[in-house]
């Protein structure tokens, strides 16, 4: 079983300012719950309970968020509210630990900073703006594909053919309904570059092997290490599988990717659902 996570989340959030000039995009809410305590629950329900995070400047809040409250906690017992407790001690019983990236330099270079920490174990990389709906086990279906072909697995999903150069694309035959063995992959290629529209998603499930790569990589597009070009070079020697995901996922990286995380999760919510959908239904009728 694959027990450890890393989360790089030492991003800047530019598309989000000025709201995160001072404080983590990954902490942005998504009704209750920041954008990174979904990631990390996503990965709880597997049995992952060892967390990295690769964090930066102005990312404290992340490490207070999942650490102790000891007056919150006290006030919250005082006042009864042992319900809003139990939320906020939900992840007592899993392992945090944070290492800064000096620099920002790629998605890459993030996860290199994870090796002593990883060692010799395969291990998951979740990035928190990909909201994957909690009600689709997409890790699940990863861990299962990864224990049956011992190699890296990436998760993909169908993109329209404009959006292509927002991502990382792959060539790939396909194995079965789900599963393709990728042949070669580019990084944010232009649409008519692009070798198909299966695009790179953030949940990868990746063997200690990747760091040999990472390390002998030189800044690519942006001037960063890309963890796409180390992939690249890793599958001329091993295989690396595709999974194609067939559930609901969200760009919260971006406006209006966020905002329809927000307004889907509200219309799951039994709590509020009822009145938003009619708050919804109100607001439209008046345009």
């Known amino acids: 079983m ?11 959030g530019t598309r989000f300012l000025p709201a995160t000039k001072a404080s983590p ?6 009704l209750d719950k920041p954008l990174i305590q979904y990631a990390v629950e996503e990965a709880e329900r597997v049995g992952i309970k060892d967390f990295i995070f690769i964090t930066g400047k102005h990312k404290r809040a992340i490490e207070d968020h999942f650490d ?10 005082k006042a009864g509210k042992l319900d809003l407790l139990k939320k906020i001690n939900s992840f007592e019983h899993l392992n945090f630990a944070y290492i800064r990236q000096k620099e920002p330099k790629g998605l890459g270079d993030a ?31 990863m861990m299962s594909l990864y224990e049956d072909k011992k190699a890296p697995i990436i998760a993909l ?22 599963c393709y063995l990728i042949e070669d992959m580019i990084e944010k290629p232009d649409k008519s570059k692009a070798p198909s529209n299966l695009a790179i998603i953030g949940r990868y499930l990746l063997t200690p092997s990747i760091f040999r790569y990472l390390e002998g990589l030189t ?9 796409t070009d180390a992939l690249r070079e890793l599958l001329k020697e091993t295989p690396v599988y595709g999974y194609k995901i067939k559930c609901r996922r969200y760009d919260a990286g971006e406006k209006f990717g966020y905002l329809k995380t927000i307004i889907y999760f509200a219309l799951s919510d039994p709590e509020i659902s009822h009145d938003f959908r009619k708050f919804l239904k109100e607001q439209l009728s008046c345009i």
Do not use: H, T, W
């Open 2 to 12: 694959i027990k450890k996570a890393v989360l790089p989340v030492a991003g800047l």
């Open 25 to 30: 995009k990954e902490m942005l809410p998504i």
């Open 68 to 77: 102790k409250a000891v007056e919150l906690e006290e006030r919250l017992i």
């Open 111 to 141: 996860i290199l900073c994870a090796k002593s920490f990883i060692a010799d174990e395969a291990f998951a990389v979740l990035l928190s703006d990909d909201v994957i709906d909690p009600n689709f086990s997409v890790l699940e279906k």
């Open 157 to 178: 999903e169908e993109v329209p053919p404009e959006e292509v150069s927002r991502y990382g694309i792959v060539a790939g035959k396909k194995i079965s309904d789900d």
């Open 219 to 227: 800044p690519g597009k942006g001037g960063e290490i890309q963890l």
